[in-house]
């Protein structure tokens, strides 16, 4: 397409921006700051041709030529010199309907949309190879971490073995307060507001949903087919409370949001849980509003990517990354040189995800229960005749609401079981409040 | 070329290989454990056609048709079926002939050999542009860890300020063993070669010489010119004590080979050296034989990577990443899409590195000090004179050597005046010994 442009055209490759918040506005920021080297090292220049906002009149900071704003996204869609269609407006069927309609009209796609990829990628990834045109999302993950790259090229050689990823900065912030300041949960959700880490309520944020979305688009590429984005188990952070970060902390464990995979064989065990992660492994050491991707390939080992997961700089700099891609792949005349999910015959149609009650891994309970005699006995004995076996117990005198803390690590269990053991003591008048579980990883 | 072939053939990208040792056979393992997802990745088969060592008799413990081993190297490059020429000889002089003449020939190549692109590199990029063939070298940085492809790609709409890396697994096992175990350098270097992580002598990966290779290679895809090595400041780790690493403890740091390079503007602080690290940074948890490498980017912010920075089975998953990244090339019919160097047209004819009696850091100074009136007053006199003043004093009554050890930290200062302050204290017969000095980072 650009190949055939007169020399003062084709020295420049037209960008097409739909939404125009916090990622839009970073997106501009940087080709405008670094366009000098963009145009360094993609050879051509990238040039926003126009802007699709619903609010065309707000001050994003940064100055930009009022003719190139509009609030019909269709008019990006439809300008032909337009080569690449940036979507940054989020949601679900809007996006998905200007996606489709840019790649019906050949063109390259970048989106940030982890709901719409992990919810919708199907259709998404098969418009793209229908309409030969590429489609890239390092935005969607991981903020400004390189992690989809990395996962589609970097480790391209290898079977990846197990994902375990540190994917919502926002959780992150608040568990990181909550372990470091000892504030209970709705204290740390106030102060992560208070700061723009998180919006108010957080719900997608904390309830595990955000980095599910996130999780899921990594299965996605791991194995070349899209995961069914609702099988895969979630469950938020808002009951956790300060005692259990304690108690974590003398297990020598912290508390982090997990978003885990690990590849069965024939089904891939994927979950977004509060997990105790070991004081000394090297995601322990993640806080704040900080990303982390740790993965597992058979060759490489393990592999361990940080850095900020969300901002409107972080996020820019993904969403031109992709455009860089895209540059350097158009210049050469090419319009695909790795499909989608970065396979051309993938092995299976479809990702199976276990059922989270087929689940094997060690658990930490903590139990409110009364302070007499014969309690750990009874407990004790539930969860053995429930094949769990108790590897640590930490049981101090101190009174809590009447009752007492009684905190347990047991060595691997099933989870049914365990989901069976706890409903086995509901209503034991020895148990004074409901039983905290937290599944134990990488030990 | 690929896509003139007849179908059958055209499902094949031949690769030959040179140099069949550790690299080598894992980069052979790779391709045969994991043939199966590389064709459905990459859409078509890549197959060894030939591999030239000059030992082809020893037992590299994978199984391979005898045919296809040469001990003439240019039988590799005059296949006219090979599309792909992989050198793993390591080395000079032969390894960039073989390239070269690989690259006249029109094949694609792929090296993991840092010293070669550090020292010659230009020569070599030159070649690939002149010969339109892709380089492609992930392995010659970090072991499987992909930080070349994220810096030429997912990093690549930034302005890169500044980059930390722990690039050398050798000293850093031998540092981390120091550190754990409180072992001397020469205890902790014979255990690493026991144990397989150095050889015997160590003296490229202890003298910071490796690290420097790897950084020039980084520094150079971040300016797209190849710097020059030899102007990189380099210094090992061999007169590391136990003791040091105590007291860089006591004050919050950890001992890390660090190779170190910061952009000012029109100049590239770029050096190799021991250097305290404070213990709540992230690059303080890389241990053994990890590598690590840490950039801030203008937006991105900081990114780290982490992973195993050599070996068999890391390297080999780099070296067939870059198998794979340039078969989904040939399949496309393309030749090239980025530069060897990331940059189409590079802003500078050369990289200039600061000497570095220009740095401005805080520095380390442990003197071996008599212990009498007088000694404290006559240092720091000397260090005032120079304009460097002291941030922090360990004074100990131990006796080590007939004299103390006096510890100081002190706050930003010129190399060149530490340069003179402690040539000033040569031959001050308070001072028992040389006085050890370390550069203090990231603090």
Redesign the interface.
């Known amino acids: 397409m650009a190949g055939k442009k007169s020399s003062k055209q084709a020295n420049s490759i037209k960008v097409g921006i739909i939404g125009f918040g916090t990622v839009g506005s ?1 997106t501009v ?2 080709l405008q ?2 366009r ?8 051509w220049e990238i040039t926003v041709k126009k802007i699709a906002d619903l609010d065309i009149s707000s001050d994003r900071g940064i100055s930009i030529d009022p003719d190139l704003l509009t609030t019909e996204a269709m008019e990006v869609i439809a300008d032909p010199e337009i080569q690449i269609v940036v979507e940054l407006i989020g949601g679900i069927d809007k996006a998905k309907e200007y996606i489709l309609r840019a790649m019906e009209k050949g063109k390259h796609v970048v989106t940030a949309n982890k709901a719409l990829l992990a919810e919708h990628g199907k259709e998404i990834y098969e418009a793209a190879e229908k309409n030969e045109v590429s489609l890239a999302f ?1 935005a969607s993950v991981g903020g ?3 992690v989809v ?2 996962l589609r ?7 990846i073995h197990s994902i375990m990823g540190i994917l919502n900065g926002t959780s992150n912030y608040i568990l990181t307060r909550m372990t470091q300041k000892g504030l209970p949960y709705t204290k740390a959700v106030e102060e992560a507001i208070e700061h723009g880490y998180a919006e108010d309520p957080p719900t997608l944020d904390v309830d595990g949903t955000d980095a599910a979305h996130k999780l899921a688009i990594l299965i996605s590429i791991v194995f ?1 087919v899209p995961v069914t984005f609702k099988d895969i188990y979630r469950e938020g952070i808002d009951r956790l409370t300060p005692e259990d970060i304690q108690f974590a902390g003398e297990l020598g464990y912290c508390l982090k949001l997990l978003a885990i995979a690990r590849d069965l064989g024939d089904a891939v065990d994927a979950r977004v849980h509060p997990a105790m992660v070991p004081l000394n492994h ?1 995601m322990a ?2 806080n704040g509003v900080y990303n982390a991707i740790y993965m597992e ?12 997961g969300a901002g409107r ?2 996020t ?6 992709d ?3 895209l540059a ?2 158009i210049r ?1 005349g ?1 319009k ?3 499909p989608p999910l ?6 299976r149609d479809k990702v199976l995800v276990q059922p989270v009650q087929e689940l094997m891994t060690p658990y930490y309970f903590r139990f409110s229960a009364l302070d007499r005699p014969g309690v750990l006995s009874k407990i004790s004995g539930i969860l053995g005749e429930n094949g769990i076996s108790i590897s640590s117990v930490i049981q101090k005198g101190r009174d809590l609401n009447g009752s007492v803390p009684l905190v347990m690590l047991t060595h691997e269990a099933k989870e049914s079981n365990v989901i069976n053991a706890l409903s086995q003591m509901n209503g034991l008048e020895i148990l004074t409040d409901k039983t905290m579980m937290i599944r134990v990883e990488a030990s």
């Open positions: 970073g920021e940087v700051k670094n000098d080297i963009i145009r360094d090292r993609v050879g390092e400004g971490i390189p790259r990395s090229e970097g480790l391209s050689a290898n079977r070349g090297i050491n993640v390939g058979d060759f490489v080992g393990p592999n361990l990517y940080y850095g900020l700089k972080p820019g700099s993904a969403v031109v990354s455009l860089i891609y350097r792949q050469q090419i695909q040189v790795i970065a396979h051309v015959h993938p092995r």
